[in-house]
């Protein structure tokens, strides 16, 4: 009669538990398949168990080694391999992107020099009379283009007509026939840009009435860091960015200023004291800008980007 051994059985239940606990990721299939090792492992011969007992040592007492366990393979939760899947996309656009922004600032910074520190500059001429008087017709307004030569203002010169007490002064109220009166002219075709002078009020000679600009003596007074200005040379492509009218125009370098702007000035820095501190000094470059019948305001902000290479 067979007498089952209940201490074994205990002590594979308590394997199996352990087995169970210690591996929590593997499910239950590795649990099973420990405990089944374990249970292979402590069955003796004659169990009851259905099966053959083992077989007999090899001659000279030794017993063969039982054969070992096949390695258990691990794969990655499927939570962690969706991430993964998502990841590497994500890593290769972040590298695309940053290959093609490294590519252009090094493009960009070797064939060109920009700035921002630039704005509009150009001939402000003032229009006047020549004679002392009142002026009587000022009908230009400001914005208006006119020609050369035309008539922008008339200005009535007071001319002598008696005696006047304590000096030979002609009175201004008391002025003459129609030659009397003085046309101011405009000494070239422009724009007017300014107005000074109003019908009624009194000018005396030379006083400015209009101011005018030529759109073609309009360039750009443009900065360029101390750094920078050897690689600028006269004639270079320049293209100019117009913030007030959101246009870019074409241009070119007339003129590199053999001096930085801070020579200029009226009082220039001076280091000669013992805390000396290096400031980036700017030079002027002259730019013809090419704008055609569009006026640039005079005084605006504007974007140059010189080509060097």
Sequence with gaps: MHVPDYRNRD?????????RHAH?????????RA????????????????RAPAAAPAVGGETPAPAPAPPEVVTPPRGKRRRLLLL????????????????RYWYESTHFVMTDNAQVTGDLVQVGS??????????????????????IAVVAVPQEVGAVPFSNTPLLDQTGSVNSQVGVRAPFSGVVAARMGYVGGTVTAGQAIYALVDPSRIWVNAN??????GRVRQGQPVEVHAD????????????V?????ATFSLLPSQNASGNFTKVTQYVPVKIAVDSGDTVLPLGTSVEVRIQVQ
């Design 35 to 50: 405990a089944s090792e374990e249970q292979r492992r402590d069955r003796a011969p004659g169990d009851g168990d259905g």
């Design 88 to 103: 590497v996309p994500i890593l290769l656009v972040v590298g695309a992107a940053g290959t093609i922004i490294g590519t």
């Design 224 to 229: 360029v860091e101390e750094s920078k200005i």
């Design 11 to 19: 002590r594979r239940r308590l394997r199996r538990e352990a087995v």
């Design 130 to 151: 020549l004679n002392a008087g009142r002026i009587i017709a000022a009908n230009v307004e400001v914005g208006r283009a006119v020609q050369r030569d035309e008539v």
């Design 257 to 261: 200023t053999p001096a930085s702007a």
């Design 244 to 255: 007030a009218l959101g246009q870019t125009f074409p241009a070119r370098v007339v003129a």
């Design 24 to 32: 929590p990721r593997n499910g239950h299939a590795s649990a099973a």
